[in-house]
């Protein structure tokens, strides 16, 4: 008998495992595949491992303006991907090491929920059958496949990939085209434009970047244009044979050449397959329901990560674990959403967090806004040579707090922290005004469009 059982050994099931052993719960965590996740094999960490290599060539092959030349630069895509496994081997090696420092028991296997009874839920992992008070169900989510016209075909056939495929590609194609102009798209769009693919986009919606802010995805656009990446906004794509990718725009059929095409429309929660209703745990629009201590309906029953649906991120999964644990330590905690920061990491990076401007006009929320050129700081004007980058904050003109900041540029994903830490502690803006921040910096900006307001 186990105090917790989890499904799941992604970012939401490790980390609540670690948490829990460490509390003193007789924990198990069930993996059916490896531990780390999609976040940790498949997604964040591999990512931007591929994403580093690019950022290197780009800057060995346009160094001119800072006074740095050189040539023959060149991409080893073998060697960057032998790099990426060796990173995501060392990282799951670690968290191995930690849940065993907790104490945890690791299961390798599907886990298979049997049903509950007085109070206890059973899991079958194979054979064995394994009894708790409380299971957590952390079982992440998958890459969405749209049913488009040779779309199975294709990733049967291996020239339609999905991020779990383009993560081991070991060639650089001609010609790539995306499809969904997303976060894990635009990462894709990035790296392979970087290293030397004509890549071309395909969006339904009429700008990129999902709910990003309208003038922070305009100009990552723009950065992406000059660069030689092809956006074909508000079509959509109606088949994939081999070889090209064909679309709709304004009712006109169109196609366009693709070696590979990645398709990056979304991810969906995992919620069938393992036996989750035998809990009669209410679940809707594919998502499982839950409170804000991560309660599903059925007493003793969790769910953390991606199967819940309310944010498919891997930091929000962690948190959403710590509540869950802590609160079966004993200690009352809930989950708050209004400060969780995004990051897209391409160049310029994105970084946003909190209301934009589109958000408050839906929403009916009264809002004032600055925006400042990203070359109000120094740091940032010495490192980019032409630097189109800005910084908007957004605040509740009644409250004068701090509701929402998007930045686009470097360094955007170690800063947007900073402004996620003023909307989560509801700081007075003429407060904010009195930190002194480190000069020169980038993060200086954050302060520098405070006091346009």
Same mark, same amino acid.
């Given at each position: 008998?186990?105090?917790?059982?989890?499904?799941?050994?992604?970012?939401?099931?490790?980390?609540?495992?670690?948490?829990?052993?460490?509390?003193?719960?007789?924990?198990?965590?069930?993996?059916?595949?490896?531990?780390?996740?999609?976040?940790?094999?498949?997604?964040?960490? $591999?990512?931007?491992?591929?994403?580093?290599?690019?950022?290197?060539?780009?800057?060995?092959?346009?160094?001119?303006?800072?006074?740095?030349?050189?040539?023959?630069?060149?991409?080893?895509?073998?060697?960057?991907?032998?790099?990426?496994?060796?990173?995501?081997?060392?990282?799951?090696?670690?968290?191995?090491?930690?849940?065993?420092?907790?104490?945890?028991?690791?299961?390798?296997?599907?886990?298979?929920?049997?049903?509950?009874?007085?109070?206890?839920?059973?899991?079958?992992?194979?054979?064995?059958?394994? %009894?708790?008070?409380?299971?957590?169900?952390?079982?992440g989510s998958e890459a969405l496949v749209?049913?488009?016209?040779?779309?199975? %075909?294709?990733?049967?056939?291996?020239?339609?990939?999905?991020?779990?495929?383009?993560?081991?590609?070991?060639?650089? $194609?001609?010609?790539?085209?995306?499809?969904?102009?997303?976060?894990?798209?635009?990462?894709?769009?990035?790296?392979?434009?970087?290293?030397?693919?004509?890549?071309?986009?395909?969006?339904? #919606?009429?700008?990129?970047?999902?709910?990003?802010?309208?003038?922070?995805?305009?100009?990552?656009?723009?950065?992406?244009?000059?660069?030689?990446?092809?956006?074909? #906004?508000?079509?959509?794509?109606?088949?994939?044979?081999?070889?090209?990718?064909?679309?709709?725009?304004?009712?006109?059929?169109?196609?366009?050449?693709?070696?590979?095409? #990645?398709?990056?429309?979304?991810?969906?929660?995992?919620?069938?397959?393992?036996?989750?209703?035998?809990?009669?745990?209410?679940?809707?629009r594919g998502h499982i329901v839950v409170?804000?201590?991560?309660?599903?309906?059925?007493?003793g029953v969790y769910a953390t990560g991606?199967?819940?649906?309310?944010?498919?991120?891997?930091?929000?999964?962690?948190?959403?674990? %710590?509540?869950?644990?802590?609160?079966?330590?004993?200690?009352?905690?809930?989950?708050?959403?209004?400060?969780? $920061?995004?990051?897209?990491?391409?160049?310029?990076?994105?970084?946003?967090?909190?209301?934009?401007?589109?958000?408050?006009?839906?929403?009916?929320?009264?809002?004032?806004?600055?925006?400042?050129?990203?070359?109000?700081?120094?740091?940032?004007?010495?490192?980019?040579?032409?630097?189109?980058?800005?910084?908007?904050?957004?605040?509740?003109?009644?409250?004068?707090?701090?509701?929402?900041?998007?930045?686009?540029?470097?360094?955007?994903?170690?800063?947007?922290?900073? @402004?996620?830490?003023?909307? %989560?502690?509801?700081?007075?803006?003429?407060?904010?005004?009195?930190?002194?921040?480190?000069?020169?910096?980038?993060?200086?900006?954050?302060?520098? @469009?405070?006091?346009?307001?």
């Amino acid at each position: 008998m186990y105090d917790i059982i989890i499904i799941g050994g992604g970012p939401a099931g490790y980390l609540a495992a670690e948490r829990a052993g460490h509390g003193g719960l007789k924990t198990l965590l069930i993996e059916k595949r490896f531990i780390g996740g999609v976040c940790l094999n498949e997604g964040c960490v $591999p990512s931007k491992t591929l994403l580093n290599s690019a950022k290197i060539l780009d800057h060995a092959k346009h160094g001119e303006p800072y006074g740095v030349t050189t040539s023959g630069a060149s991409i080893d895509q073998k060697a960057v991907i032998a790099r990426k496994n060796k990173v995501v081997r060392n990282l799951v090696a670690g968290i191995k090491s930690q849940l065993k420092a907790s104490h945890v028991t690791v299961k390798e296997g599907l886990g298979e929920i049997v049903g509950r009874q007085d109070g206890i839920v059973k899991v079958k992992v194979g054979d064995d059958v394994f %009894e708790a008070p409380r299971l957590l169900v952390a079982s992440g989510s998958e890459a969405l496949v749209p049913p488009i016209p040779g779309a199975k %075909e294709g990733l049967a056939a291996g020239y339609v990939l999905t991020n779990r495929e383009i993560l081991n590609l070991e060639v650089i $194609p001609k010609t790539m085209v995306i499809v969904g102009g997303g976060v894990i798209g635009l990462e894709m769009a990035s790296y392979f434009n970087s290293v030397g693919a004509k890549v071309t986009v395909v969006e339904m #919606l009429d700008k990129i970047a999902g709910p990003t802010d309208r003038e922070i995805s305009a100009i990552l656009q723009k950065n992406y244009e000059k660069k030689g990446v092809t956006f074909k #906004l508000a079509c959509k794509v109606t088949g994939l044979p081999k070889g090209q990718v064909e679309y709709e725009e304004k009712g006109v059929k169109q196609s366009v050449e693709a070696d590979y095409v #990645l398709l990056s429309v979304g991810r969906r929660a995992v919620t069938s397959g393992f036996g989750l209703e035998n809990l009669c745990v209410l679940v809707e629009r594919g998502h499982i329901v839950v409170d804000d201590m991560g309660q599903t309906n059925v007493p003793g029953v969790y769910a953390t990560g991606d199967v819940n649906g309310v944010w498919m991120l891997a930091h929000v999964a962690y948190r959403e674990s %710590e509540v869950v644990i802590n609160n079966l330590l004993g200690k009352r905690d809930v989950m708050r959403y209004d400060a969780v $920061p995004s990051v897209i990491y391409t160049s310029p990076e994105v970084g946003c967090v909190g209301e934009t401007e589109e958000s408050c006009k839906a929403k009916g929320i009264e809002y004032r806004v600055a925006s400042v050129s990203m070359n109000y700081s120094g740091r940032y004007m010495a490192e980019n040579a032409a630097g189109d980058g800005i910084c908007k904050v957004i605040v509740d003109p009644v409250r004068q707090r701090l509701i929402g900041c998007h930045i686009i540029g470097s360094y955007a994903s170690e800063i947007i922290i900073a @402004a996620s830490i003023l909307i %989560e502690t509801e700081m007075k803006v003429e407060d904010i005004k009195e930190f002194i921040f480190p000069h020169p910096t980038v993060c200086e900006i954050i302060r520098e @469009a405070i006091f346009q307001l």
